[in-house]
């Protein structure tokens, strides 16, 4: 059974230029979350897709987008980039939506 | 509003000591409460989950952590620390619902463990 995997592992942009993130989940798994995890900080929420529509978001602004294709991978995309959205990116798969979520190895994305 | 505190930032322990990390939440009803570990360049793995029950909760890795309602914490503890428990850990709460769940975490914990 294949764990959650991301890609790229590594990312860098230039401040106002968009960036794709990518994420394919665990087999089975019909939901997918996005966090934020700044150096030194705990993972922050962005938002959670089931079956491919949103299902909550946290506390970041509209240029944070996201989408889920028919078979539960997942795409994070940032507009406009700022300093401030250098971090490593989580995505974590889950069987249903309250469920427990596993965790792939991240992105980590560099705004220079 | 829910939240988490880790007042460690950092802990240095020797190894086979015990290990003790604090964690305590904000959340106006019965809290989920997870811990997670972080080694560098990895995602986040689960070493254990409250949501009910016995407030004393075994993990993997010989982990486990006591839910103290009266005092709003969930610290986790290991008997004796291996070397390679050197990471970074991190403590959530839910909301876990039927139908969403948004994990909100500390800022950690990082431990370092001497030979």
């Known amino acids: 059974e294949t764990g959650v995997t991301q890609s790229p592992t590594h990312l860098i942009k230039t401040r106002g230029q968009q960036v794709t993130l990518r994420c394919s989940s665990q087999?089975?798994?019909?939901?997918v979350s996005w966090y934020q995890q700044a150096l030194g900080q705990g993972p922050q929420f962005i938002f959670q897709y089931y079956r491919e529509e949103e299902n909550g978001r946290g506390n970041f602004p509209p240029r944070f987008s996201g989408l889920q294709f028919p078979n539960y991978s997942s795409e994070l995309n940032v507009n406009a980039l700022e300093l401030d959205d250098s971090a490593l990116y989580l995505c974590a798969s889950s069987w249903d939506r309250g469920d427990e979520q596993f965790f792939g190895p991240g992105t980590r994305l560099t705004v220079l | 509003a829910q939240s988490v505190t880790q007042p460690d930032i950092h802990i240095t322990v020797s190894e086979g000591a015990s290990l003790e990390l604090r964690c305590n939440y904000s959340?106006?009803?019965?809290?989920?409460l997870f811990w997670y570990v972080q080694s560098p360049g990895q995602g986040l793995q689960l070493l254990l989950k409250y949501f009910s029950g016995d407030t004393l909760v075994q993990g993997i890795k010989g982990f486990e952590a006591e839910f103290k309602r009266s005092q709003s914490s969930f610290n986790l503890r290991k008997p004796s620390v291996h070397w390679s428990d050197a990471a970074e850990y991190f403590c959530a709460v839910g909301p876990i619902t039927g139908t969403a769940s948004k994990l909100t975490f500390g800022t950690g914990t990082r431990l370092q463990v001497t030979l």
């Open positions: 959340y106006g009803a019965t809290p989920y």
């Open positions: 087999s089975g798994h019909n939901t």
